[in-house]
């Protein structure tokens, strides 16, 4: 009691099913990695990247919330190199095609990609994030909660860490980086860029 896992009054508690679980496994494989060298993987993203969006949609007058997980890059492993654009440890998100997400709500993908060169060096490179860029064709409130902004996802092994993640917002032609846990009222034309932690690496290479 009185722990992140076990919070008291007054504590804030938000996003334990999908942040603070992701970190605990972090925790528990980095600490299990010594006694079992040959079995653990470097760290993987770290953070389902949650981003919540709410308006009225301007084509029918209704309003509308969505909300997707974004996923990002696997540590590497002994076995092998890490996956890119996965999910790790806490997920049963499926990946929801641009084309029934333009259908469905008043946004435009412009940009949906492996984030290149993201995951971590190394014998076994870790997995690389994924770059997801939606403008909105209407006014909306939109909420990130993610993590893994400021501290990377770690390598093993003498592996080097993935590339943290990243979310700009871009108005008018000018790019803001957000923090990792925000909310925003946007305007119409606005554009909101996640780029998702890739995973460490493991080894030397």
């Known amino acids: ?23 605990i496994v972090d ?68 990946n929801t095609p641009v084309e029934a997400l333009e259908y469905a709500y008043p946004f435009r993908v412009a940009r949906y990609a492996l984030r290149q060169e993201s995951g971590g060096r190394g014998r076994h490179r870790g997995g690389d994030g994924i770059v997801r860029e939606i403008e909105l064709l209407g006014d ?14 770690w390598g093993l092994a003498g592996g080097a860490d993935g590339t943290p993640g990243k979310s700009t917002l871009i108005q008018n032609g000018i790019e803001e ?13 606005s554009r909101l860029r996640v780029e998702s932690p890739g995973g460490g690496g493991w080894g030397n290479a």
């Open 1 to 23: 009691e009185g722990t992140v896992v076990n919070a008291v009054y007054p504590g804030a508690v938000a996003g334990g099913n999908v942040e603070t679980s992701q970190r």
């Open 27 to 94: 925790v528990l494989l980095r600490a299990l990695a010594p006694a079992l060298p040959d079995r653990i993987p470097a760290a993987s993203s770290g953070t389902m990247n949650n981003l919540t969006i709410g308006g009225i949609d301007p084509r029918s007058g209704q309003p509308y919330t969505y909300y997707e997980t974004i996923a990002g890059g696997l540590g590497a492993s002994p076995s092998g190199f890490g996956a890119g654009g996965h999910h790790a440890h806490m997920t049963n998100s499926l």
């Open 140 to 153: 909306a409130q939109v909420t990130l909660l993610s993590d893994r902004r400021r501290r990377a996802p």
């Open 177 to 189: 980086t957000l923090p990792g846990k925000c909310t925003r009222t946007l305007r119409s034309g």
